[in-house]
């Protein structure tokens, strides 16, 4: 395609000369509509793919010549059919591991055009090891030394991360950020740098700034600046930085790098606060490139690198931000030595308009959404010449811009001035204190000038709208009711808000808005910051707002903010008292779990006690039975009394030893009794104080639970009182029985049965309590049948509405079959009207064929649906 003869441009027989370029642009439109007739038929594109799979030299690298070509041709074409090809990216992958250089370094061209603008296929190369085996191919080739091959790698890495959130994040996991870190590693001798490695670096200075570019999602960036600082990347970056012999182009371009890689990262924007560049004194990095940017004869694009250096360095770093004004201060100035205060202000006051510019925008990001520096720097004073009292920074700053300097100086100090004063009272008292101030500005709004002079005039309201919108009404003679008073008498609101309007409507603006970098194509265009922009779009509409107030709707705003002021702080209290409720329930419900193990506990050692009541009342069964057979033994004859008094002594050893393990039973018992009088204390006092701390909450009912528990064990404990009382009176009795025998036998039948009593209350207090979970859980029974009750009924109403349902299908099904035989006959009939001669209009009989194949679907429908 490429070598095609020209085409006839007229004449039959007869070829025209053209010019190289049309020559050219014909041999495109040839080889477009070649490609169109190639692609016509997909399976050319995938037998493509086939033969490439051919390790002979001569198919596959004409293969992947073709490919290519078509690639340029027809881009999203050829992707789409390769992207829905099995295994076709990953065929396209091996051309990478393929020996032959010629062959691998023309499948990174292809690559190259394959990745354009797709970012499924970027996905499918970057997780077929494509990272991999680029970044072993640069290190090959010699990385930044290197020749073409490293570029066109290179060029396909960018292409592979661009834009895509997922490569880039699969790039960092794997650990191929700290394997960019040799690229950058340069020497000391930086003469003679060739063309190529000059493209080698400004592609992997690009490929760094796209894994931290401010586009990409704020947790991204952030992760990817904190592995740049961990491998060492960031250090080897400003080493380049302070370097001496580094052509100016990648000068430039690691400085945007170095930007992006600090830019809201607060460890690694302290790290570049850290640098010194090798000079002698050594000074802060910062300083050598703030020397830059204000010094006029340096180039253009190095003095925006150094501007957006700074920037990034004091985004979001309130630390900088205080580092940069406290050099301004009067406590913290060194005559001997150059800060970068100073070199801030001799931009601000040079001649140098571009200067100018650059230092009220970089001294306003040191002011950017930091209300404390911006009362600092009101501290600030200068000393304009000999025997003159010296003058705040404010002051100079409105002083300059009423003298009429160049358009780029007065935006520049405009901008600064509306960010030191915006949401910042004192600032704006400050300002409306210098009686010349407000009339300057009343002035510049009301004259008719320029084309060129709108920008400054709608500044110049956005000022004069920001002391209005941030006055607190200190000054008498600038209140806000006054400011727009005189807005009115003298500018016209409809003319102030008019002239408001320029801003957001010039060119220049709409392009610095777009992202944080400025760059402009000439000095002259440098008029907008993009974080200014930010502050304008927020105070348009409230300044507009502000001015079209009246005195009376401002007092209802007052009351309305007074009102919604008082009512966040009952709200916040209402929190407060709801957080520490929520922390007390939490306890609560801790102390109520803590409750229930103990209960459960509790169980288990009735359930033992009750096995050792039960041993015991068998043993006193026995005794009882035997203190009987004794006393009739002696009532029998006097011979037979000296047998059973020998065998009653044996016995009564052994009874001794029984109510000496009893009384060392009872006396452990005693101690468990006397531990779950205890617990019961505890229970009825933590019961009253949750009634007390959680009223109608969920530990409110657990508490009643306990309270509840604690009545039952009471009633209980009034039971066995009872109880004992009953048992000592059968105590006298056998005491009165064992008299009969002994005296000594009834002082140790009556200690046994006093132990016996005390166990046998026991028994029954614990029997007390095992009848109250029984009724407990059978109350928990009875919810239980209701709810099976409630079960039951609602399934008989589910049977009768699925037999409900099968007699309207049913009824369904016999009006579709009547329908079915009425069609037929009408079919019948007309097939007979045929048969006698007449004629039947083809339209009816194409409805009725239609009408009969739609019922014979739904009849299909309804089949299915009756089977379903």
């Keep these: 395609m490429a070598a095609a003869p020209p085409i006839p441009v007229s004449g039959k027989h007869k070829n025209v000369p053209v010019s190289d370029e049309n020559a050219q642009k014909q041999e495109e439109d040839l080889g477009v509509l070649f490609t169109d007739k190639f692609l016509g038929d997909s399976e050319n594109v995938t037998l493509l793919l086939t033969l490439l799979e051919e390790f002979d030299f001569h198919v596959r690298w004409p293969g992947v010549k073709l490919l290519t070509a078509l690639l340029k041709n027809q881009c999203n074409q050829v992707q789409g059919v390769i992207l829905v090809s099995p295994m076709g990216v990953s065929r396209l992958m091996d051309l990478l591991a393929d020996s032959r250089e010629v062959i691998r370094n023309d499948g990174l061209l292809l690559l190259q055009q394959l990745t354009k603008g797709n970012a499924a296929i970027q996905k499918i190369v970057a997780f077929e090891n494509a990272f991999e085996r680029l970044l072993d191919i640069i290190t090959e080739e010699g990385s930044s030394d ?49 063309a190529q490695k000059v493209t080698n670096l400004h592609l992997m200075l690009q490929l760094v700034r796209v894994m931290v570019s401010p586009v990409n999602s704020p947790g991204a960036t952030s992760s990817c600046q904190k592995s740049m600082y961990q491998c060492g990347l960031l250090q080897q970056l400003c080493t380049i930085l302070m370097a001496t012999g580094v052509p100016a182009d990648i000068l ?70 205080g580092e940069i004004v406290a050099t301004l201060l009067p406590s913290t100035i060194d005559a001997n030595s150059i800060s970068a205060g100073q070199l801030l202000c001799g931009g601000l006051f040079s001649a140098d308009s571009l200067s100018n510019w650059c230092a009220a925008v970089a001294l306003a990001h040191a002011l950017q959404d930091n209300l404390t520096q911006k009362e600092q720097l009101l501290r600030v004073q200068l000393a304009t010449s000999l025997g003159k009292p010296p003058v705040s920074l404010l002051q100079q700053c409105t002083n300059i811009l009423s003298q009429g300097s160049k358009v780029q100086t007065r935006v520049g100090l405009l901008m600064l001035l509306c960010t030191w004063i915006s ?32 920008l400054v005039q709608g500044l110049c309201a956005l000022l004069l709208g920001i002391c209005i919108y941030y006055n607190d009404n200190s000054l008498e ?130 359930t033992q006690q009750q096995s050792q009541i039960q041993q015991h009342k068998d043993q006193y069964n026995i005794l009882k ?67 007390q701390t959680a009223e109608g909450g969920a530990g ?79 109350g928990l029974e009875q919810q239980l049948a209701s709810a099976q009750s409630t ?44 048969d006698l001669g007449e004629t039947i209009d083809e339209d009816e009989d194409e409805l009725d064929a239609r009408d009969q194949f739609g019922e014979d679907d739904d009849d299909d429908d309804e089949d299915e649906d009756n089977n379903d």
């Design 477 to 606: 003679n600038y209140t806000k009711e006054k400011l727009k008073q005189l807005i009115e008498k003298r500018i016209g609101k409809e003319n102030f808000v008019e002239k408001l309007g320029f801003v957001t409507k010039h060119e220049l603006y709409s392009r610095a808005a777009q992202k944080p970098q400025p760059v402009f194509p000439s000095p002259e265009q440098m008029l907008f910051d993009h974080e200014f922009t930010k502050l304008v779009k927020e105070l348009e509409g409230v300044i507009t707002k502000a001015v079209h107030k009246t005195s009376e709707e401002e007092k209802k705003e007052e009351e309305v903010k007074k009102t919604l002021e008082q009512h966040d702080s009952i709200v916040i209290q209402y929190k407060d008292l709801i957080r520490d409720q929520d922390t007390q329930i939490q306890e609560l419900r801790e102390q109520v779990s803590t409750l229930s193990l103990n209960s459960e506990q509790m169980q288990n050692q009735i």
């Design 146 to 194: 290197g020749g073409i091959v490293v570029e066109d790698c290179l060029l396909l890495l960018v292409n592979l991360l661009k834009n895509n959130s997922s490569n880039q994040n699969f790039f960092k996991e794997g650990s191929y950020i700290q394997r960019m870190k040799p690229w950058f590693e340069v020497g000391d001798d930086n003469s003679g740098w060739s």
């Design 625 to 691: 039975l035997k203190l009987g057979k004794d006393s009739q033994g002696l009532s029998s004859s006097q011979g037979e009394g000296a047998h059973v008094n020998g065998l009653h002594s044996e016995e009564l050893s052994q009874l001794r030893e029984e109510v000496e393990e009893l009384r060392r039973q009872h006396t452990l018992q005693h101690t468990q009794l006397s531990d779950k009088d205890s617990l019961i204390n505890t229970l009825r006092c933590g019961a009253a104080a949750a009634a």
């Design 252 to 321: 430039t371009e690691t400085i945007n790098t170095v930007s992006e890689v600090i830019r809201g990262s607060q460890i690694n924007q302290d790290y570049f606060a850290s640098v010194n560049a090798p000079s002698n004194p050594p000074r802060p990095a910062i300083v050598v490139l703030l020397m830059s940017m204000v010094n006029e004869r340096q180039p253009f694009v190095l003095r925006c690198a150094v501007l957006y250096c700074f920037q990034c360095f004091l985004y979001k770093n309130q630390k900088g931000q």
């Design 700 to 778: 409110g009912s657990d508490n009643t639970e306990l309270l509840g528990e604690v009545e039952s064990l009471r009633s209980r404990v009034q039971a066995q009182c009872a109880e004992i009382s009953q048992l000592q009176t059968e105590r006298l009795e056998l005491i009165r029985r064992a008299e009969a025998v002994s005296s000594a036998d009834t002082v140790t039948v009556s200690e046994l049965e006093s132990r016996l009593a005390a166990q046998t209350t026991e028994a029954e207090r614990l029997k007390e309590e095992c009848r109250g979970l029984r009724e407990g859980h059978a």
């Design 791 to 834: 079960v039951a009924i609602e399934q008989t109403e589910k049977t009768k509405l699925q037999q409900e349902v099968q007699e309207s299908k049913k009824e369904q099904d016999d009006l579709l079959m009547l329908l079915a035989d009425q069609d037929q006959k009408i079919l019948n009939l007309k097939q007979r009207l045929r």
């Design 423 to 454: 949401n910042c009272p004192i600032a704006v008292t400050h300002f409306l204190h210098n009686q010349e101030n407000v009339p300057f500005l009343t002035g510049q709004i009301s004259e008719n000038l320029g084309e060129d002079e709108r």
